[in-house]
């Protein structure tokens, strides 16, 4: 462009004075331009699961979505806004409040070769369809000898939300996590989400996929390759979302943003942290894990599940089998407490973990506080 306005400028097209007040508009535009095109762009997560479900039905018309209230209400947290409208109710169905039966259905239409992605209200009502979830889809693969492919995606918010009492609570990462046929996947950030249930609804498999009601509204950064519609995530591979050296920490879901938290307060006190962000917690990134605690030799898992045989347990297992002469230090595990979930605003803030007891936690490891056992 600027040639050209020069060009015009030597054969008298345009007042030198133009040419000159041009030129710096022209380059003025160009560097808005420039400085616009490369910074990455802010997306909620409920924008970023939108945006993937739009994309994926628009790409393959053998994708549909079905749940409660997910067309005409757009759904329960406006994830499905405007599909109805856009795919039509053959694409987009509303249920009737019956988990089993739209959930069974959904398997069998995922057996005849299309790709369901059932919504559910919360992942507590998934109690309703578990048989579906784990007899029907999870193991239909290896029960017929690879002949039948479930490609079929189970996704809502999962864990606590607040002030919504102990029935509609509970975390199901451990749970689904321990069956064997289901692949479960827990996003963070907006590109999490975006990337990760891409993956999720062109796999082969039946996925769980296990959002957080209180991220829904959160806003990040999301990188040119992350809008990309040809965009998706590997599934069973984690991000370290920051490295560290003194101590290693492992998070999923909400309690990675109160883990980054944690981070920047030990650094003010001279400990660095690695926060790996897991991602997928079945299959579980097991390689990067071991490898973050033979760097630190230290590791604190998080969770807002109830401690026995918890994701972090699992990790702590593997841990000692793989790297146990790496270990300068107990393993620390943050959990959710293990009682149904309180009601009451103050006893619920102590029933899920927080940001100070990773800080507390870390500095243990570190053996930077008293013991636990000290100061029992």
Aim: aromatic share 8%; hydrophobic share 40%.
């Amino acid at each position: 462009m600027l040639g050209i306005i020069k060009q015009k400028a030597r054969c008298g097209v345009f007042p030198s004075s133009t040419v000159g007040q041009t030129l710096q508009r022209v380059r003025l535009s160009l560097f808005a331009l420039r400085n616009y095109s490369t910074a990455p762009k802010e997306m909620t997560v409920r924008e970023a699961l939108n945006s993937a479900l739009d994309e994926e039905m628009s790409a393959d018309p053998k994708v549909f979505l079905m749940g409660e209230e997910v067309g005409e209400y757009q759904g329960a947290y406006k994830i499905s806004k405007g599909l109805l409208e856009k795919y039509g109710p053959d694409r987009v169905f509303d249920t009737p409040i019956t988990e089993a039966g739209f959930t069974g259905i959904g398997v069998g239409a995922a057996y005849y070769g299309l790709r369901p992605v059932i919504e559910f209200m919360t992942f507590n009502f998934s109690m309703q369809a578990i048989d579906h979830i784990i007899n029907s889809a999870a193991k239909s693969n290896y029960m017929s000898a690879g002949q039948i492919s479930v490609p079929i995606v189970f996704r809502g918010p999962n864990g606590a939300a607040a002030g919504v009492g102990a029935q509609h609570s509970q975390c199901y990462a451990a749970w689904y996590g321990s069956c064997p046929g289901l692949k479960v996947l827990a996003p963070y950030s907006s590109g999490d989400a975006r990337g990760l249930l891409k993956a999720a609804i062109r796999d082969p498999d039946p996925v769980v996929f296990l959002e957080n009601e209180l991220l829904y509204g959160e806003s990040f950064p999301v990188s040119a390759e992350a809008l990309d519609s040809s965009f998706c995530l590997p599934i069973g591979k984690a991000k370290i979302e920051q490295e560290g050296k003194d101590v290693t920490i492992t998070a999923f879901s909400k309690m990675v943003g109160y883990s980054l938290q944690a981070a920047d307060i030990l650094a003010k006190e001279g400990i660095s942290a690695e926060v790996i962000n897991l991602r997928s917690i079945r299959p579980l990134d097991r390689s990067t894990i071991n490898a973050s605690v033979r760097k630190t030799n230290r590791l604190v898992t998080v969770e807002e599940g109830f401690p026995q045989h918890g994701v972090g347990a699992e990790i702590c297992a593997s841990v000692i089998e793989e790297s146990f002469g790496y270990l300068d230090a107990p393993v620390e595990r943050i959990a959710g407490a293990d009682v149904p979930m309180p009601y009451a605003a103050n006893l619920e803030r102590m029933a899920v973990p927080q940001v100070e007891d990773i800080v507390r936690a870390a500095k243990r490891a570190c053996y930077r506080s008293a013991p636990m056992a000290a100061t029992a």
